[in-house]
């Protein structure tokens, strides 16, 4: 990642995972957690919560303070997307039967059809060119390892 932040020239990364913080560091990799909506940051670093595999796409929610409000675009031109494998399902219809399995393992009372307020699911795109901008930004996803 590290590299990758360099090659782009990325010098103010926006980190939405207040748990990377000492990772990034350790890793010489400075990060700020807050910028005006309307200011641009050279690359930001998310977690979804869901990767659909069968559209390739990837999957935010208000669950955990995963999503980022409006979206999760025009925020860099640069997108780190980090995920885990079992994050991966084969369709949307996967993302809603395992939020309603969590709600019941969270013993809720409430009877919610679906457990998000919001939800925002980014499709990849072809492209012409490899000029990338806030409002079409590159997306890079990084699978992390669970031990």
Do not use: W
Not at 33 to 40: D, K, L, Y
Not at 82 to 92: E, H, M, N, Q, W
Not at 101 to 128: L, V
């Amino acid at each position: 990642m590290k590299f990758e932040l360099e090659q782009s020239r990325c010098n103010t990364i926006l980190n939405t995972s207040p748990q990377l913080v000492p990772v990034l560091e350790n890793f010489g990799i400075h990060t700020i957690n807050v910028t005006p909506s309307s200011t641009p940051v050279d690359a930001v670093i998310v977690y979804s919560e869901f990767l659909i595999a069968r559209t390739g796409s990837i999957v935010f929610s208000q669950r955990h303070n995963m999503m980022l409000y409006p979206s999760i675009k025009d925020l860099a031109k640069n997108v780190i997307v980090l995920g885990s494998a079992r994050s991966i399902v084969p369709d949307f219809s996967s993302v809603c039967t395992q939020t309603k399995q969590s709600t019941k393992e969270e013993n809720r009372i409430e009877e919610f059809d679906f457990d998000y307020d919001m939800i925002e699911i980014i499709r990849p795109t072809k492209e012409k060119d490899d000029s990338h901008t806030p409002a079409n930004p590159q997306i890079t996803l990084l699978l992390l390892v669970e031990m």
